[in-house]
């Protein structure tokens, strides 16, 4: 199992960058490098607790989809995506939200178990590992410059 913690402090209300966290069209807006597009499920607008959704994206040249369903929310402090079909043997990513001083702490925590074994392993520790870490970060510093106009 592989964990990444991400922080990102957001100038804006909570609500604010909660509702955009969980918006389809600015995470299909933040992704344009990978082409994420919403193809089944919730396709636009803000997930809800229960709702799922298929992405269709194109990874390491590969177009790969990867279906998760909104298993736990507390609005405005949190919620968790979670895999229910795709490339990974396992996909749960936190997403946590604090407000202090007119200020919002954005805090990711995405753990995944990665397929194929020792190959998977080794593709984890060279590659893919630091490949979502930066996925992440790009698509925080979206939400983040989404949130203070």
């Known amino acids: 199992?592989?964990?990444?913690?991400?922080?990102?402090?957001?100038?804006?209300?909570?609500?604010?960058?909660?509702?955009?966290?969980?918006?389809?069209?600015?995470?299909?807006?933040?992704?344009k490098n990978t082409r994420e597009k919403a193809i089944a499920g919730r396709t636009s607008g803000k997930i809800n607790l229960g709702e799922t959704v298929t992405w269709r994206a194109k990874h390491f040249g590969l177009y790969l989809q990867h279906t998760s369903i909104i298993s736990e929310m507390e609005s405005p402090t949190f919620f968790v995506d979670e895999m229910v079909k795709g490339v990974f043997k396992s996909f749960r990513h936190e997403h946590i939200f604090n407000e202090t001083n007119n200020q919002t702490e954005m805090i990711d925590k995405l753990s995944y178990e990665v397929p194929y074994g020792i190959f998977g392993r080794i593709f984890n520790y060279l590659v893919l590992k630091s490949y979502l870490t930066k996925f992440l970060h790009e698509r925080n510093l979206h939400l983040k410059q989404r949130a203070e106009l």
Request: proline share 3%; hydrophobic share 35%.
């Open 1 to 31: 199992m592989t964990t990444i913690h991400l922080k990102t402090t957001v100038n804006a209300p909570i609500e604010t960058v909660f509702d955009l966290a969980r918006n389809i069209t600015e995470h299909e807006n933040s992704t």
